[in-house]
């Protein structure tokens, strides 16, 4: 695989201790979808002060604000999130016993900041714990919320001080929401909606642990996921919003594959700290992008029979990734299928994302390519029931 060239000029500083003095590891390629406000490409750079990985990107938090309101994928059904798929509910209900375990009360305030359609809030209520409220870019995700009983505001980090003026919180949780955000500043006000004795939770993916759960090449890096951080760069955050790092704990999230996740947690609050935690995760992140670059190209299982055009499944952040890389060089694609609504009737490389009813009646006998990182047999199973009785092949990329 030939990495684009490395910019020259930075566009921006360590979002977490502003050092300057960074190191570009290699430049992403990610074929958006037409209409997103994120470009197609950016910079992964190392940050040696703090041993942070982040996207240098040129995309604004503005443009990240229109993103996930418009185009992201959470409203979806059975998005990540939403407790609907199997090992959604599984990874909820793990998340769900460790937010519990930090509220005092069964009535005790908390927010969980970018809840999705509000599987977690649901999840914990299961436990008896009923004072959550959430917030999501998506006003999908607020109107799904309160169809199940659920209080979810619709609006963006920069708006929780207004939303909840004057109202204190034992828990403030982001879960796998700081890996998303541009600016990394729009969590300061949130020390001024904690209790004296309140906690922060942040769980994001364990940057230090990327190589040990490989996927597909460059899986852990999207247009999404522009932090990469680590136990030593989350102590970091902490100390700049003005909390001690009272826990840290990794662990690994259930995937419907079977396979696992790295996860790392940190609970912030006042009092003393854990000691602080080794740099790991730009030497991780440097042997993790070599393994990548040297992994051969994607395959594709069962292998496509030549000369057919091929149907997509999948025009998410492994199908950008992949154009981006030019694994799907030199095939004929007809047209992408995807359930979530916010990218049906866009384009992405130049092709149509319809639903996959529509694009599944419309080429009824084109080979399938299933492009998720998860899922994969709900989707097989899906493809089957649309096309019974008809001959088409089914293929994943591996
Ligand atoms: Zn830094």
Known sequence: MNAPALREARHRACPLCAARQVT???AMRLVQPSGSPLPGEYDLVACDVCDFVYADTAATQGDYDRYYAHCAKYAAANASGSGEAAS??????????????????????????????????????????????????DPGCAALGARQGLKIHAGTLDRVAQLFTGQRFE????????EHLRDLSLLQPLREQLTA???????????????????????????EHINHFGPASLQVLARELGF??????????????????PALALIAGQGSGVPPAAP?????????????????????????????????????????????????????????????????????????????AAGLAAHADAPLLICAAVEHRQIEAECRAFGEGRTRSIHRVI
């Open 244 to 261: 001690a790092a009272l826990a840290l704990e990794r662990f690994v999230l259930p995937l419907d594959d079977r396979s696992g996740y």
């Open 197 to 223: 004795s309140g906690r922060l939770y942040i769980e994001v993916p364990d940057a230090g642990r990327y190589g040990e759960h490989p996927r597909t090449p460059f899986y852990y890096v999207d247009s």
């Open 280 to 356: 790991e995760v730009v030497s991780h992140m440097r042997a993790y992008l070599e393994a990548c670059e040297r992994q051969a190209a994607v395959r594709i299982e069962p292998p496509l029979p030549e000369g057919r055009e091929v149907l997509v499944w999948g025009a998410g952040s492994m199908a950008q990734r992949l154009l981006g890389l030019g694994a799907f060089e030199g095939l004929a694609l007809a047209a992408f299928l995807d359930n979530d609504p916010n990218k049906q009737g866009r384009q992405l490389a130049g092709r149509p994302i319809l639903t996959p």
């Open 24 to 26: 570009g590891l290699r």
């Open 88 to 137: 959604d509910n599984r990874r909820l209900a793990d998340a769900a016993e460790r937010v519990a375990r930090l509220l005092p009360r069964a009535d005790s305030p908390w927010l969980d900041l970018g809840c999705g359609r509000g599987g977690l809030l649901a999840a914990v209520a299961r436990r008896g714990f009923d004072g959550g409220r959430g917030l999501d870019p």
């Open 171 to 178: 828990l403030i949780v982001l879960s796998h929401v700081a």
